[in-house]
Nanobody, 132 residues
Framework: QLQLVESGGGLVQPGGSLRLSCVVS????????VAWFRQAPGKEREAVSL???????????YYVPSMRGRSTIFRADAKNTIYLQMNNLAPEDTAIYFC??????????????????????RGRGTQVTVSS
């Protein structure tokens, strides 16, 4: 059974950086497109970023507008790990961050967070808190 485990969350001051990790076990990450989603208290879930499979697709990266330019998604398939590097964090980035994976590419340019429900594999999330 393939599983995803996120880590790397924590408390960071505004303007700081965090690198989130999504470790894939029970399968090969290179076969999967992996996305990050987030959900803040009282808010709808939203997509953050996607990186497609280098095997079945072209390994391309996509970002929602609010994260473009200050985040980077990349993969280390030799380690079965996908990362999300986030810089210049702001209090509004406070949320639980989830990774989700699927053999298909599931993404919407508007950052539709409900698409996470379509992913076959989903992690339990890691908390990111941006506060001074």
């Amino acid at each position: 059974q393939l599983q995803l485990v996120e880590s790397g969350g924590g408390l960071v001051q505004p303007g700081g950086s965090l690198r989130l990790s999504c470790v894939v076990s029970g399968g090969s990450s290179s076969d999967l497109s992996v996305a990050w989603f987030r959900q803040a208290p009282g808010k709808e879930r939203e997509a953050v970023s996607l990186i497609t499979s280098p095997v079945s697709s072209n390994g391309a990266a996509y970002y929602v507008p609010s994260m473009r330019g200050r985040s980077t998604i990349f993969r280390a398939d030799a380690k079965n790990t996908i990362y999300l590097q986030m810089n210049n964090l702001a209090p509004e980035d406070t949320a639980i961050y989830f990774c989700a994976a699927d053999e298909a590419v599931i993404w919407a340019l508007d950052g539709d967070g409900t698409l996470m429900d379509k992913y076959e594999y989903r992690g339990r999330g890691t908390q990111v808190t941006v506060s001074s």
